[in-house]
């Protein structure tokens, strides 16, 4: 999760790194104005913890895609042989059960995070 506020100047996002999970625990840990200057324009403003929001981190969903592509194509690589070995329904039913391991992975991050973006966004300060 990634929380920001657009410059009051030209519009550009200014990221705030913190892992704050809604606005009461980001004042406490650096006040209700927060002092952020725009990469893009240098302006500097105090911002309030109103004017943050959160939105879900482009990286953290690359993330989980790459585990999510790389960790089946990798499990399904190495059970292929086992496919032709087995002639029970169960094991075969049991190898597509491993296989999906890396979607339910790639979907709780997902989830989670998306889940926090909620949490932030809806609990206002005040
Ligand atoms: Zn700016």
Redo the contacts with the bound molecule.
Sequence with gaps: MKIYTK??????E?VLKTNASDRFVLAKKIGETIDLS??????NKKYHVKEMKAEESKIVGFISLLIFLGGTSGIFFYLWPYFFRTSYIYAISALIGVLTVPFLIYQAINFGQSNKVKYFNAKQYG
Excluded: D, F, M
């Design positions: 410059c009051a100047k030209c519009r550009s200014i725009c990469k893009s324009c240098g302006t």
